[in-house]
């Protein structure tokens, strides 16, 4: 099955540093996938060369085995790619409605389907479950509520593969449980290719189904996460011993 997105080989250079070396990962439709890693591993610049931010110094990015390398952003969201920030990217000054329906109205300049920005906006609220505070400006929403209204502006896109960078974070252990679920849905109902950025072991290891660990900008190591959490080279990567057991 040719996989919804693949990387062959990327490399980043800044300079003398190589901050991707070599990334091969790939992601299917209908299931999270992880990306993790120490600080400063190269998992955000790999989201970036994925959306077309970064341009990589070799390497191919392919979605559905067509190379999307040379395609700019703006390109690749029609095609399908939307993502949320490491650090939290919303409009602070518009209400989380407003937020969603930018992204809904954007959408009309490739989506010729007809469908209604207002009636896609409710239903996003409803499914990622902030219709309630859905008039409230996002500036004035706690953290965890307004990387839901970021991952809604996503979703509003009508993506085909979402990459979430630190989705959990400012999150808190019931919030997080509901993400969780939320993106449990989202691959199950709707199909969707999730590549997951995120340092909470224990939220990773319970959602993901396929793990890739960067260190240093190369893939140290692949598998399902029994595999990823056994790896040696991962514990002294990264895990360590004590993360491994409490998110077993």
């Given at each position: 099955m040719?996989?919804?997105?693949s990387t062959n080989e990327?490399?980043?250079?800044?300079?003398?540093?190589?901050?991707?070396?070599q990334a091969s990962i790939e992601v299917h439709a209908g299931r999270v996938t992880g990306l993790i890693g120490p600080n400063g591993a190269g998992k955000t610049t790999c989201f970036n060369v994925i959306t077309g931010l970064q341009e990589p110094t070799s390497g191919k990015v392919l979605l559905e085995g067509v190379d999307i390398t040379g395609k700019s952003p703006s390109k690749r969201a029609r095609l399908?790619?939307?993502r949320t920030f490491q650090k939290l990217?919303?409009?602070?000054?518009?209400?989380?409605?407003?937020?969603?329906?930018?992204?809904?109205?954007?959408?009309?300049?490739?989506?010729?389907?007809?469908?209604d920005p207002k009636k896609v906006t409710d239903e996003i609220l409803e499914k990622v479950g902030i219709a309630d505070v859905?008039?409230?400006?996002?500036?004035?929403?706690?953290?965890?509520?307004?990387?839901?209204?970021e991952l809604a502006r996503a979703l509003a896109t009508n993506p085909r593969l979402l990459l979430l960078d630190e989705a959990s974070s400012g999150l808190?252990?019931?919030?997080?449980e509901e993400m969780a679920?939320?993106?449990?849905?989202?691959?199950?109902?709707?199909?969707?290719?999730?590549l997951l950025v995120e340092h909470d072991m224990s939220f990773v290891m319970g959602i993901c189904e396929f793990i890739y660990v960067l260190d240093f900008?190369?893939?140290?190591?692949?598998?399902?996460?029994?595999?990823?959490?056994?790896?040696?080279t991962v514990q002294a990567a990264y895990l360590g011993t004590e993360s491994v057991e409490e998110a077993s």
């Open positions: 040719t996989a919804l997105l990327v490399v980043v250079r800044f300079g003398v540093l190589q901050a991707v070396s399908g790619i939307a990217e919303v409009f602070g000054s518009l209400s989380a409605r407003e937020n969603i329906m930018v992204a809904a109205e954007q959408r009309r300049a490739w989506d010729k389907s007809g469908f859905s008039e409230f400006m996002v500036g004035t929403l706690p953290t965890g509520t307004a990387r839901l209204v808190t252990e019931e919030e997080t679920a939320l993106l449990r849905r989202l691959v199950a109902d709707d199909g969707l290719g999730i900008g190369r893939v140290i190591a692949s598998g399902t996460p029994a595999e990823v959490q056994a790896n040696p």
